[in-house]
């Protein structure tokens, strides 16, 4: 196991306090010189200083002098490299990392921003990572958020209640913002500067206390999420109705693929557009189903039949690969031939 630059310095002190022990007791020894004088002659000779010794010296003592010279050299050698391995491996990649990712930020467009990377964090950093979603992540915690730049995610060590964080962040050109922070107080205050720089920004927040959906609402998020409640109503499902949690997890995780629900829009001119569902022959060309259909102004409605219409502005709730999904928003997006 790779040691820490810490342990690394602990073998250098421990290294050197022994050559300082072994030092002073064998000059103590083969030259009948005091303690003080023994621990001098050991320090001018580790150090190299070249003073005049305190005592002559036997050819024992020379040849015990050339070992401390030696190993002192060793010693100071190692510290050396070690201490150049450290600048080139941690600090210098450090400052390459840092400016590459801080490009990387400032290119982002569109882009989602991940407030904390707890438990619920990680959840969701790693979701987004899975379905190649731009996102950066904005940690508090040092060591945590240097785990994440070293495994490639971009990220901002600060916090997030911070507005001079959620500016670096590129909050401007961001199109969404979850906030997962340990309390909800940090959240509704994080929701409340990121509302304030970006009015329109869609806005996901974890609740943790019961009651606080609402408070975090107020404070301007879209939509809240409370993973406790959530995980208690599975919990339950899955002790009342288990076959049909079986069948959820098979459509979250199907032949080793993630299936996922995607909302297609149906833009004016599109090829689809006017197009009654059969007509438009979705399932056969991309394979998705159709669970659910919004016309503008409407409600959404389950199952849609074929005779359905795609009017302009229409939205449909489909499942499948992410893949087929963008190819959908391609046909959606498409102008019509004319």
Known sequence: MRKSPLEKGWIVFTLVAILIVIGTVGYMTLS???????LYMTIITISTVGYREVADLSPAGKIFTICIILSGLGIVSYSL????????????????RRKAMEKQIARMVDHIIVCGAGQTGSSVIEQFALTKTQFIVVEHQETRATE???AG????????????ILIQAGISQAKGLVSCLENDA??????????????KLYIVARS???????????????????PNE???IRMAYLMLKPHVMSFLDIVNRFDDELLELGEVTVEAEAELSGLMIRDAGIPQRTGLIIIAIRNPGEKLRFNPGPNEQLSPESSMLVLGKSDKIEMLRAMASNKKKE
């Open 32 to 38: 009948n010189v005091s303690f003080i004088d023994g």
């Open 81 to 96: 490299l070690e201490a150049v391995s450290f600048l080139i491996d941690g600090g210098v990649k450090r400052i390459f």
């Open 148 to 150: 994440l730049a070293e």
């Open 153 to 164: 995610v971009p990220v901002i060590c600060g916090d997030a209640t911070n507005e001079d």
């Open 186 to 199: 940090h959240n509704v205050y994080t929701i409340l500067t990121a509302r304030g720089l970006n009015p």
């Open 208 to 226: 943790i206390e019961k009651g606080s959906a609402e408070k975090l609402k107020r404070a301007g998020a879209d939509k809240t999420i409370s």
């Open 230 to 232: 959530i995980g208690g």
